[in-house]
C-alpha cells in the first residue's frame, strides 16, 4: 500500500512530497486515513535536528477515519473518525521510545518521532495513538486536539490545576499559548495575561479569554505583569521556550517566604527550550516558589472527550484556532509561515 507523505530525506534538506510504502496494520495497530493534520513549532525541531534518523515523518496532530486494524485492537474498529497523538493512551514511566511502525521510503524505514506521521495521506501506526471521536464532530479542526490543545489545556488543568480566581500569565499565544488562556479561562482565572511581541496575538488571545495583553517588545513583561497583579501572578506559563521567557515566567509569580503555608507561585515550561540558561537558585529557594516542566500533560481517553464537549457548547472556540489552512503540496509554504511569525493561531494542512 502506497501513501503521499511530507518527508525529510537528510537533515537541513527540504522536506519532499513524496509515496512512502505502509504494511498491513500489526496486531496493536492499525491504518488511519488523514483529513488533516497540525503544524506544529516542534516540527521545525526535528527539521533542524542533526541527531534525528532520516528518512523521517512528520507531524504529530491528526484527524481521520480507521480503515484497517490489527487483531488485538478493540477500542476503536473501520470506520471510526480518530484523533491521533503523539501521547500515549496507556501510562508509562519516562520517556516514551519511537517505534518502527512498517513504513518505509525507498527501502528505507521511515522515522516518525512519537510513533506517527500525520503530514501523510494514509499512515500505519500503534492503536495507542488513536482516540475515537464522534462522527459528528468537525474532520478538520478536531486535530488540534492531539497537540496543541492537550499541551497548552495539560499544562493548566493537570500540571498547574489553576482554580477559580487564580492570577495566570502566559508567554506565547500561538496554538498552544491560546489552549492554555482559553483552558485558564474555562477554570475561572482572573486576570489571565497574555504575554507576545505581536499586537494582532494579543488582540487575538482576548478571544480565548485573556483579560489583558502585553508587548515584551515595548514593555517589561514581568514588570506589567505584577503591576496588572501586584504580587505576581498564582502561575506563569511559558509556550516559546526562549531563554528570556523561560526566566521570565519564574519572576513573574508571587513570592512566598517561611512555612508551609507561605508557598510562592508556579513556573511552568511548557515550549520546548533550544538552549540553557543560567537561574540563581535563590529565587526559587527563599521564596517557595516552583518550576517545574510540562510535556503533554494529559490523559487523551478521558481528556479529548472533555475537549471536544468544550468546543460543542462554545467554551472553547476551536474553530477559531485555525487560522490558515494548506494542501500538503504547500508544506513547505506552511513551514515558511510558522518559522516566520506570520501564524496567528495554528495552521493545519488538508489532507
Known amino acids: 500500500m502506497k501513501s503521499k507523505a511530507a518527508l525529510q530525506v537528510e537533515p537541513g534538506g527540504p522536506l519532499v512530497v513524496d509515496e512512502i510504502d505502509l504494511p498491513d496494520p500489526a496486531p496493536n495497530q492499525v491504518t488511519v486515513r488523514n483529513f488533516a493534520s497540525g503544524v506544529c513549532y516542534s516540527q521545525l525541531h526535528q527539521l533542524r535536528s542533526a541527531e534525528l534518523p532520516r528518512p523521517m515523518g512528520l507531524g504529530h496532530e491528526g484527524s481521520g477515519v480507521v480503515t484497517q486494524v490489527g487483531k488485538d485492537v478493540t477500542h476503536v474498529k473501520e470506520g471510526d473518525h480518530v484523533i491521533t497523538t503523539w501521547v500515549p493512551r496507556s501510562p508509562i514511566s519516562g520517556l516514551p521510545v519511537s517505534r518502527p511502525t512498517g513504513a518505509t521510503f525507498r527501502g528505507q524505514p521511515l522515522i516518525a518521532d512519537g510513533d506517527v506521521y500525520t503530514w501523510s495521506e494514509l499512515m500505519v501506526t500503534f492503536a495507542e495513538k488513536v482516540v475515537p471521536m464522534s462522527p459528528s464532530d468537525p474532520v478538520d479542526i478536531s486535530c488540534l486536539i492531539g497537540c496543541a490543545v492537550l499541551t497548552g489545556a495539560g499544562a493548566v488543568l493537570h500540571t498547574a490545576k489553576v482554580e477559580s480566581r487564580q492570577s495566570v500569565a502566559v508567554f506565547g499565544v500561538g496554538g498552544v499559548g491560546l489552549s492554555a488562556v482559553g483552558a485558564a479561562a474555562i477554570a475561572g ?163
Open 189 to 351: 482565572a482572573d486576570p489571565i495575561v497574555a504575554i507576545d511581541l505581536d499586537d494582532r496575538k494579543l488582540q487575538f488571545a482576548k478571544e480565548f479569554g485573556a483579560t489583558h495583553g502585553v508587548n515584551a517588545s515595548s514593555t517589561d513583561a514581568v514588570a506589567a505583569i505584577w503591576e496588572i497583579n501586584p504580587g505576581g501572578v498564582d502561575y506563569a506559563l511559558d509556550a516559546v521556550g526562549a531563554p528570556v521567557t523561560a526566566l521570565q515566567i519564574l519572576a513573574a509569580v508571587k513570592e512566598g517566604g517561611p512555612r508551609a503555608d507561605n508557598q510562592g507561585g508556579m513556573a511552568v515550561l511548557v515550549g520546548i527550550p533550544f538552549t540553557d540558561v543560567s537561574v540563581d537558585l535563590n529565587t526559587i529557594l527563599l521564596h517557595q516558589r516552583h518550576y517545574c516542566g510540562s510535556l503533554g500533560a494529559t490523559e487523551p481517553d478521558t481528556d479529548f472527550p472533555l475537549f471536544l464537549e468544550w468546543m460543542r457548547e462554545d467554551k472553547f472556540p476551536l474553530g477559531k484556532l485555525v487560522t490558515n489552512r494548506y494542501s500538503l503540496e504547500q508544506i513547505d509554504e506552511a513551514r515558511d509561515a510558522l518559522e516566520q511569525g506570520q501564524i496567528l493561531g495554528r495552521a493545519i494542512i488538508e489532507l
